[in-house]
Structures are given as C-alpha cells and as structure tokens.
C-alpha cells in the first residue's frame, strides 16, 4: 500500500524505464542532431499548485501523483506558482518521487520568500530559462518574471519585490530574448514553449508589452511549412482559455486549486478536484490536451457575489491542436 506521500517501488522503477530526457540550460541548449522518429508520448502537466497558500495543495498533488503512476508519462512539468520558494520538503519529496525526468516553470509566487536564484537551486533547475529535446520534439522553458522600472532596467524577482505596478514586471530580460532567437534558429524540430505568465491572449498584443516582445519572436519563427513553434502553454491566470494566433496554439491552463477572487470576496475561492492534465505529443506533429473537470467548494465565486464569475471555471478543456 502506498502512504499518502509515496508510490510503490515497482511502479517508479517501472516509470523510470519510459523517461530519457536531454536537459539543456540557458546557453547549453539540447539539439537533437537530426529529428527522432516521431512517436506519441505524454507529459504529465499541472499549474498553480500554490502549495504554501492553499491548505490542501498538497493532497492535491497527491492526486497528480497518482494520477502519474497510473498513466507513466515520459515526464512531468509544472508550470509556476508551485510551493513558494519556502522549505517544504514534503511537497518536493512528493514531486521528486517520479523518477522520470522533472521540469519546472518559475512563477513570480515562487519568489515571494526567497530569491530567483535560491529558488532555482532548491528545485535543482539547469537555470532559470532553458531548453530539451524529446523523442522528436524541442522544449523552451521561460522566464518572466523580471522587474523593468526603467526602459534599459531589468531586476530579478525576489522577495516579494514585484508588488508593483503591474505595466513594470512579468518581462523577459534582453539576454533571454537573444537566446530566444537563436535558440529558435537552431532547431529543426516541432517546438512546445512553456511560460508561467500568459501569452497569445488579446490582453497581451501590443508590441512594446512584456508579453508581445516574445510572441514576436515565437511568431517570426517558421519552416518551409509553417509555424515552428506549434504551442505556448502558460499558467499563472487560474484560468483556461486558448487562441490560435500567428499559427501558435496558445493555451492557459487552469490553476490546480483555485482562483483568486480577492479579499473583498474571500481570497480563495476553490475547486473541489484538482485539476491536471497530460499532453499527448503525437506522430502527425499534434498535441491533444486531456480534460480535467471538478465543481466549485461552496461558496461559490457566484454565491460570495463575485462580479466576474461567469467568466470562471473548474475545468482544463479537452483539445487537439493541430
């Protein structure tokens, strides 16, 4: 029987067997030499856990973990906002469990308590953008969350120093949007990007924005046949919503635990399954995303009069991109 914070033996050596990653960190990108036959595969995916904040994260990643064992994905990503830098050995422990290879997102949360860089060595991270390639595919992992209090001024997250204006933080720094470029040219294979802060969405659009200095380069970024960048997956918005714009499916994918709906309105208002999902790379140059449903813990964003709750949910949509 397996005790809430680990899975049995046989199970994680039976998972180690379907994970061969190649990691790659900021100037020591992974490049396949030449494209892998392109096989389907999985990846177990979850967003804004907020271990440290929400009281029942971790039974929730409980779930996941669970829900890992039963369908051994070759490796597993969470996208930010994971359990806020602090030391919460049993939350990593569980993560650690799985014994495939491990991807994290930095999510501004993360750097509520602690430093970008304590952060980055805690989760053991090549560093704090990077790449990996996988059985035919290319992974960017980014970084946003950088202060820019001046045009040519770029500061790290770290302690909580980004409760600020909002039009001064969520960039990428120039240094990471060089290697974006040429990290880009250099692959020949079908690219999936992974960001915590929201891309792709009509809020983000302007060209000079935090988010629009990015979605230019994934953009401009093509092959004789098309968009090499086929999607951008985000968290950080507790939201689920999905655009297809300069030939890149970009997807929000929801919070694990909540949505935030403020003080005035009870701060967290939660859902009462976790929600995860496990992305399906298929051979056809396709990616299919599992749905995931679970219902709002009374009460409700509706019920506490929540003046935005319609546009709400409790759910990570079934897709196909592609």
């Not at 392109?38 to 973990?65: N, V």
């Not at 694990?256 to 309105?265: D, K, P």
Request: charged residues 20%; aromatic residues 12%.
């Amino acid at each position: 029987m397996s005790t809430p914070h680990s899975l049995p033996r046989r199970t994680l050596l039976q998972l180690a067997g379907s994970s061969l990653l190649l990691h790659g960190s900021a100037g020591q990108t992974s490049h396949g030499a030449a494209p892998e036959t392109l096989q389907s595969w999985k990846m177990g995916l979850i967003a804004d856990l907020h271990y440290g904040l929400a009281p029942d994260a971790l039974p929730r990643l409980e779930q996941f973990m669970q829900a890992v064992e039963s369908d051994a994905p070759d490796c597993i990503l969470q996208l930010g906002d994971f359990n806020f830098g602090v030391d919460a050995t049993d939350c990593m422990d569980l993560w650690q469990q799985f014994p495939g290879a491990k991807y994290h997102v930095l999510g501004n949360h993360d750097m509520d308590k602690v430093t970008k860089q304590e952060i980055v060595d805690h989760w053991e991270m090549p560093n704090n953008f990077y790449s990996f390639d996988h059985r035919g595919w290319h992974f960017i992992v980014l970084d946003r969350n950088h202060l820019r209090p001046h045009p040519a001024s770029y500061i790290d997250y770290g302690k909580a120093n980004f409760y600020v204006d909002s039009q001064l933080r969520g960039f990428a720094d120039p240094e990471q949007l060089d290697w974006l470029r040429e990290d880009l040219e250099r692959t020949s294979l079908p690219t999936v990007v992974f960001a915590h802060q929201g891309l792709g969405m009509e809020a983000s659009l302007a060209p000079e924005s935090a988010s629009g200095a990015i979605e230019s380069i994934l953009e401009a970024a093509k092959t004789d046949s098309g968009a090499k960048v086929k999607a951008c997956f985000c968290g950080h918005h507790h939201l689920d919503r999905y655009q297809l714009r300069g030939g890149i499916h970009y997807v929000w994918i929801n919070s694990a635990s909540y949505y935030w709906v403020g003080n005035a309105y009870g701060r967290m208002a939660a859902y009462t399954d976790p929600l995860y999902t496990f992305l399906t790379f298929r051979s056809d140059q396709s990616i299919e995303i599992r749905g995931s449903q679970s219902t709002w813990a009374s009460p409700s964003p509706q019920e506490r009069g929540f003046p935005k709750w319609s546009e709400l949910g409790t759910e990570i949509v079934e897709r196909r991109l592609g």
